[in-house]
């Protein structure tokens, strides 16, 4: 018989460098998920991607044992670093914060595209585009 799933979480954290603080130990002390377990398998499972913020879905089972699925980055984050610029532009009609490529936002989508809902690479590249526009980035 499979263990049933009793909560499911999600969470951020910088890859390979996960700590039991605020907010993360909170995050997960209140679901009663072993917080010290947590931070050393998700330090080893990211250890290849130091310095990125890595989205993580906990799965929580009844015996309070869990698993978890890593994510693909945020565009956000990755169009920031594209761009080589530390925010988006608070009026992204007004004022343009930076700019990156059309090449530069395929390999963003190429990244991404295991969790955007897009059929093919060109939709995936139009979401980064719009995503990158909505930040005041400007695509060209």
């Known amino acids: 018989m499979a263990k049933e799933v009793i909560k499911k979480i999600k969470v951020q954290a910088m890859g390979g460098a996960a700590t039991p603080a605020p907010p993360l130990g909170q995050t997960l002390g209140q679901a009663g998920i072993n917080i010290g377990e947590f931070v050393t398998q998700f330090n080893a499972a990211t250890q290849d991607k130091k310095g990125q913020l ?62 955007l809902n897009a059929h093919d690479l060109d939709a995936a590249t139009k979401i980064i585009e719009g995503s990158a526009r909505s930040m005041g980035v400007e695509v060209k």
């Open 54 to 115: 890595i989205p993580a879905e906990i799965s929580l089972y009844e015996d309070r044992s869990f698993t978890f699925v890593l994510k693909t980055p945020p565009a956000s984050n990755l169009i920031l670093k594209s761009a080589n610029i530390q925010k988006g532009s608070g009026k992204n009609k007004v004022s343009k914060a930076g700019s990156i490529t059309k090449a530069q936002a395929r390999e963003i989508a190429e990244i991404k595209m295991p969790d």
